[in-house]
Antibody
Framework: EVQLVESGGGLVQPGGSLRLSCAAS????????MNWVRQAPGKGLEWVSY????????SYADSVKGRFTISRDNAKNSLYLQMNSLRVEDTAVYYC??????????WGQGTMVTVSS | QSALTQPASVSGSPGQSITISCTGT?????????VSWYQQHPGKAPKLMIY???KRPSGVSNRFSASKSGNTASLTISGLQAEDEADYYC???????????FGTGTKVTVL
């Protein structure tokens, strides 16, 4: 079964850090680009970051640029999002999603990140 | 990069057809035939319904169709069913610096 499973979410204080992980299974992870997408409570979807299959191309939304770092380990079939200098407005469910011709065809169940003092 | 504009809500009766618009700019929707559409039920992850403007992934009902004219993309749901009640989001590729921009989302209600 093709599956993505996120982990690492939780409660963190403003200014703190958190590292999200996404474990892929059931497909050739190293062949696909990946995205992180987030959704604040009661709000819409927001694209956060992109990483190509070989990590040669990386991109971030302006709202997280300079604070978040996306990475992947193809040997471990895993995607990561290092989040530093967290702000209250970063509170959201974070989804990892498999890339498919400028879309995302497989999504994880999401992991909740709450930034609050 | 601003979010693409969608109507907040659209409703229809079972069996009817509804259309959701998604308005962007010449930098995103208007420049690329790379609009995708997602369905999201409450508490669930989004599901890809349309990619590359008008293509349906395997397993998605042919009641879902999409098109584009200028800077506006549209998703049409025909033969509306109770299970179609959900939030729908469009998303467009927006170039190598911005990459992707999502729409504001539309809540579809089946009356």
């Amino acid at each position: 079964e093709v599956q993505l499973v996120e982990s690492g979410g939780g409660l963190v204080q403003p200014g703190g850090s958190l590292r999200l992980s996404c474990a892929a299974s059931g497909f050739s992870f190293s062949s696909y680009y990946m995205n992180w997408v987030r959704q604040a409570p009661g709000k819409g979807l927001e694209w956060v970051s992109y990483i190509s299959s070989s990590s040669s191309t990386i991109s971030y939304a302006d709202s997280v640029k300079g604070r978040f770092t996306i990475s992947r380990d193809n040997a471990k079939n895993s995607l990561y999002l290092q989040m530093n200098s967290l702000r209250v407005e970063d509170t959201a469910v974070y989804y990892c999603a498999r890339g498919h011709t400028a879309a995302s065809d497989i999504w994880g169940q999401g992991t909740m990140v709450t930034v609050s003092s | 990069q601003s979010a693409l504009t969608q109507p907040a809500s659209v409703s229809g009766s079972p069996g009817q057809s509804i259309t959701i618009s998604c308005t962007g700019t010449s930098s995103d929707v208007g420049s690329y035939n790379l609009v995708s559409w997602y369905q999201q039920h409450p508490g669930k992850a989004p599901k890809l319904m349309i990619y590359e403007g008008d293509k349906r992934p395997s397993g998605v009902s042919n009641r879902f169709s999409a098109s584009k004219s200028g800077n506006t993309a549209s998703l049409t749901i025909s033969g509306l069913q109770a299970e179609d009640e959900a939030d729908y989001y469009c998303c467009s590729y927006a170039g190598s610096s911005t990459f992707y921009v999502f729409g504001t989302g539309t809540k579809v209600t089946v009356l």
